[in-house]
């Protein structure tokens, strides 16, 4: 018996779809802007996850720009006849697409893009008994949108030699609820002659919820379960510790048992940190229609899964620890827009990853030089060992925690009036609120540490001749780096960052690291 501990995949891992090949589980999930895009992760037992790749590596696959929460968009995986598919939309390059792979860690194809033939966004694949491929997607009512979020779902045989739309589509449903908003992330499934339609509705916020259709003929009108919607947390009220729950995938085991993934936010002073991780539950059909963890009607903490456990590591799956001992970058660190080597070298300095600054700064739109890790809880230590040595007041240097271009918490390693100094400052919608400077007494390596507690931070550091470490900044208010206050789609990552607007400035980290607080 494997145990689940939701969330599965802890941090901002947004809109999962999962499949199934044999006894071997994968789940992607959404990216955005950052890169690499679209991670992929495995399992054996529904309870451990490991991350084996991202399916978006090149630049010709992930061509995204603009708002953080721009670019990749709910992506579906799904497998037939021994070819991994992942469809998704770039909402900043192309809209729709979809890339192949014969071994779901890569290489993945060129991708696909299905141009005009397919608006909308979240599309799904569904492969009949006979080998057809349908296409299932959302687009705004073609009769004309009447309100924000007049959508509808629809489907399209796609022809698999040509990569291409063919026949005619058909709207097959609109979304449980009268006049509902964002009838999305639509996937179909057929059991016991059913064509089933699980989709999410309501919008991705405190009114997400899953709702089901069925239909014997994949182009009629699908009917509504009568228990629609079939799960959702809004009606726990607002301090229930998870909210926006929805957006579902379904999958079976080789023995018959059915569950759900979805997403869903776990919440701390009615504010979200993480934005949107991966939550599993359990599944039974009842009189043709699925019921989401049965008896319960809620995400539970622990889910118990009748598989024999499988781990693939002992990692701890609350903490990162990163050194640069390897010649490949760590997969779990993300660049924003690209990750290349323009910006590091693990080769210049052994044991250390060498970011070289660029002219393009945090606060801008575009690609800087940042690597970062995504936070995974409200109670955690986030830290870096940097060797940095400004020589303008245009170079900095440090760790960022990161919401978006306009809110973000910088520590940063800077030069001030011929003064090294660590800066500490807070930007909120895209102003510097507040800002501090401490001294820095020698060179050498400096360890910046962030220590959270419940949306409260304090900033500490230590100097290489120093034996202990210093609180620089304390009770720093962290709610400005939620998606509440921030808006978007995204969670927060903590990662290294360097600037300057001299092109042979770098700055040399030692380690990254990510801890869960357990005090």
Known sequence: MAIANNPILKGFYPDPSICRVGNDFYIVTSSFVYAPGVPIFHSRDLAHWEQIGHVLETEEQLKVSGDISDGIYAPTIRYHDGLFYMITTNVSYGGNFIVTAENPEGPWSKPYYLGDDAPGIDPSLFF????????????????????????????????????????????IWKGAVKDVIWPEGPHIYKKDGYYYLLHAEGGTGPEHSISVARSKDIFKWFEGCPRNPIFSHRNLGKDYPIIYAGHGDLVDDENGNWYVVMLASRQCEKHC?????????????????????PGIGRLEDKVEIPLETVRFSEENQWNDVIHFFDNTLDQRLVGIEKRNETIYSLEDRKGYLRLFAKQNRIEDEGYPAYLGLRQKDYSFEAGCGVEFEPKTNKDAAGLVLFQNSKNNLRMLVCNVEGKKVLRVSEWVKGKEINKKDYNLSSDGLLEIKLRAKNQHGQIWIKEETANAYVCVAEDINLLAYTTEEAGGFVGCTIGMYAASDSDD??????????LKDEN
């Not at 022809?159 to 058909?170: H, T």
């Open 128 to 171: 009949d008994d006979d080998g057809r491929c349908y296409y299932v997607g959302t687009r705004p009512n073609p009769s004309g949108v009447c309100y924000n979020g007049d959508w509808e779902i629809w489907v399209q045989e796609l022809d698999l030699k040509s990569m291409k739309l063919i026949g005619e589509s058909a709207a």
């Open 505 to 514: 400035t770098y700055a040399d980290f030692a380690w990254l690291s990510f």
């Open 273 to 293: 940190s993480m934005g949107r991780e991966t939550f599993l539950a359990k599944v039974i059909w009842e009189d043709g229609w699925p019921v989401i963890s």
